[in-house]
């Protein structure tokens, strides 16, 4: 299936996409306490730091995902999200290496992530591990939370 998704980099105009975002910002709550959320809602997800990307099955959003630069040098993913009819079907691994491919592209020496540290985010964390991340402490802004867990990938 992933072999024949389509990406492009999104508005957020669609609101196809809006119910994914907002999916995902849902899920972010129901398993963390409000403070421990730093997910971008839709004013972060179109802000001048952030490229944002649906992934799509024909006319069904399979995935979403972003890239915030943090720096010259580095970078976040933020908001993946596979759309619940999409979980294991490869959605989720294409979406994460076409932001690793962007963030190489455009220079950047590593590559970061933020996500839960809860027992239902074992899937991403399973994902991040194939890919090349491992668990460091927080970077940026972050703190040290039992809700969260700090991955990096360095880029070549």
Do not use: C, Q
Not at 17 to 44: I, K, Q, W, Y
Not at 56 to 65: M, R
Not at 99 to 119: C, F, K, N, Q, Y
């Amino acid at each position: 299936m992933a072999a024949a998704l389509s990406f492009r980099i999104d508005d957020l105009t669609d609101e196809r996409v809006r119910a994914l975002v907002r999916r995902h910002l849902e899920g972010m709550f129901e398993t963390s306490p409000p403070e421990n959320v730093f997910a971008l809602d839709m004013d972060g997800l179109t802000g001048p730091d952030v490229t944002f990307w649906s992934g799509w099955d024909g006319d069904e959003v399979a995935v979403i995902g972003a890239l915030k630069t943090l720096d010259p040098a580095n970078g976040e993913i933020k908001s993946m999200r596979v759309a619940d009819e999409h979980l294991g079907k490869g959605a989720g691994r294409a979406m994460l290496r076409l932001i690793i491919d962007e963030a190489e592209a455009r220079g950047m020496s590593t590559l970061w992530l933020e996500t839960g540290g809860v027992e239902s985010f074992g899937p991403a964390l399973g994902l991040y591990e194939s890919e090349g991340f491992t668990v460091t402490g927080p970077f940026a802004d972050y703190k040290e939370s039992e809700f969260s867990v700090f991955m990096a990938r360095a880029l070549v």
